[in-house]
């Protein structure tokens, strides 16, 4: 069975912040592995917001968080750069973690508000969001050029160098590098869910060598929302030529970290991806166009 192109509301009709047609819709089909545990659950009762899935309120929602869980996750890091070097330049110095601090940086997406973590001395001076310049545009696209798969180590080196070069010592950095790289791993490679209800392909600008018109290269953020309503990033992906061979290669990646499952699946004419979920996710009805659900395509 191919993939199905659905052009009409896949979750029903019914009030924005609701969609009763979900479960019925769900039922209507045939029950097999993540599709028969969620037919057993009757989880869809609950999830009041799906009539929102796939609307740019929740593309933005789910980005902002995790760009902001991603700077969280350097300063974190670079406390711990800086508590280490603390316990190497003094002997016998004992300074730590004192909590964190509310702070608001301006981003491409908007203002986020991050927590900085603060030390008992009061001598960490952060970097990747220093505390008197608040724009972190720069920084922003050098973390989601990390997080972007398909790079390698040196890549990882290289972007935290830009970011770090001439506020830590020589050696500092390559143990820092190292900490990214195993965080950015470690994201890349976590294990999601087996069922997804809905998953949305939306693109990203990060620099990069091949450039788009917003100066950035084109990176694809699949956004989804689970069986039981949560939403995540699932991940950050290049395609810069739009290859089907690339798109296989996701979906795959997806399947080996667990997804079984997806009934839903809104993009935007991407060469060759509709062909490759077919492939993939067989029984994923694709949207042609990135629409929100409850919302009929024209």
């Not at 009409?8 to 029950?31: K, M, N, Q, S, W």
């Not at 097999?32 to 929602?61: I, Q, T």
């Not at 990747?128 to 989601?144: F, G, N, P, S, Y």
């Not at 798969?149 to 160098?161: I, Q």
């Amino acid at each position: 069975m191919s993939a199905q192109t659905a052009h009409t509301d896949p979750l029903g009709g019914g009030a924005p912040d609701r969609a009763p047609g979900t479960e019925a819709a769900v039922r209507a089909r045939p029950a097999c592995g993540a599709r028969a545990a969620l037919h057993a659950s009757d989880a869809l009762n609950d999830m009041d917001a799906l009539g929102s899935l796939g609307s740019d309120e929740w593309v933005l929602s789910l980005l902002q968080k995790f760009l902001a869980s991603r700077y969280e996750d350097a300063l974190e890091r670079e406390m711990e750069a800086h508590l280490l070097q603390c316990a190497e330049t003094v002997r016998g110095r004992a300074n730590r973690r004192n909590g964190s601090a509310r702070r608001t940086v301006k981003t491409s997406l908007g203002t986020l508000c991050i927590r900085l973590p603060r030390d008992r001395e009061g001598s960490f001076e952060p970097i990747a969001v220093t505390k008197w310049v608040k724009d972190a545009k720069e920084t922003e696209r050098r973390i989601l050029h990390m997080y972007t798969v398909g790079g390698e180590l040196d890549a990882v080196g290289a972007t935290v160098k830009a970011i770090y070069k001439g506020r830590l010592p020589q050696r500092r950095l390559a143990g820092l590098a190292a900490s990214f790289w195993d965080g950015v791993r470690g994201w890349q490679n976590r294990p999601l869910k087996p069922l997804y209800l809905y998953l949305r392909l939306y693109p990203v600008p990060v620099p990069g060598r091949a450039k788009d018109k917003a100066g950035g290269c084109a990176a694809y953020a699949f956004l989804g929302c689970d069986a039981f309503g949560r939403s995540e990033v699932l991940g950050l992906w290049r395609n810069d030529t739009d290859s089907q061979a690339t798109w296989l290669q996701v979906l795959e990646n997806l399947k080996e970290r667990g997804v079984e499952d997806i009934l839903f699946f809104a993009m935007d004419g991407m060469p060759g991806l509709v062909e490759s979920i077919a492939s993939v996710f067989p029984r994923t009805l694709v949207q042609p166009r990135a629409e929100s659900v409850g919302q009929s395509a024209d």
